[in-house]
T-cell receptor, first 114, second 116 residues
């Protein structure tokens, strides 16, 4: 059973470009979370999605950031018009339907904005 | 709302010595508690979790943590550390509300450095 997969692992974008980060949850998991880890900091919750629904986006910046989890395919975190401050590691996690289940984390996408 | 405090940002310790990484939380509702370990440039791996029941939980590689409700703590301990334990350790909580999102609130992490 493959774990949570994220691609790309490293992404370099110039200021003003778009960044698309992909996350494939573990097989059988329909709950996906995105977290951001700024340099030398802990992880901060961004958004929680179930298939075709955004459940909680209270941690997402109001502008330029969006997320989706379509019926088919991976979850996508999209950052438009990236700025240097977006440079961070973005982690995706998934869990089962069981609410007490721990979250399984992917290896992360390290975004560098030049 | 929940919050997590990891007071020690860095903990140096000699190999084979004991270590305790501290985690305190605040919450107005019951929580689940987790410790994750992150090796350089990697994702987070679950070390152990407390959901309910016995307040002492153990991992397969010698770590243990004790849930103390009165002190709102979930400190991580290991009686004898190895060089390979050098990593960053994160404490996390999630609320147990049935209507909640079960998102994690993380501490800022403790960097454990094991010295030869």
């Amino acid at each position: 059973n493959a774990g949570v997969m994220q691609n790309p692992r490293h992404l370099v974008r110039r200021r003003g470009q778009e960044a698309r980060l992909r996350c494939s949850p573990m097989k059988g998991h329909s709950h996906v979370y995105w977290y951001r880890q700024l340099p030398e900091e802990g992880l901060k919750f961004m958004v929680y999605l179930q298939k075709e629904n955004i459940i909680d986006e209270s941690g997402m910046p109001k502008e330029r950031f969006s997320a989706e989890f379509p019926k088919e395919g991976p979850s996508i975190l999209r950052i438009q018009q990236v700025v240097r401050g977006d440079s961070a590691a973005y982690f995706c996690a998934s869990r089962t339907e069981l609410k007490s289940s721990e979250q399984y984390f992917g290896p992360g996408t390290r975004l560098t904005v030049t | 709302a929940q919050s997590v405090t990891q007071l020690d940002s860095q903990v140096p310790v000699f190999e084979e010595a004991p270590v305790e990484l501290r985690c305190n939380y605040s919450s107005s509702v019951s929580v689940y508690l987790f410790w994750y370990v992150q090796y350089p440039n990697q994702g987070l791996q679950l070390l152990l979790k407390y959901l309910s029941g016995s307040t002492l939980v153990e991992s397969i590689n010698g770590f243990e943590a004790e849930f103390n409700k009165s002190q709102t703590s979930f400190h991580l301990r290991k009686p004898s550390v190895h060089i390979s334990d050098t990593a960053e350790y994160f404490c996390a909580v999630s609320a147990t509300s049935t209507s909640g999102t079960y998102k994690y609130i993380f501490g800022t992490g403790t960097r454990l450095k094991v010295l030869a």
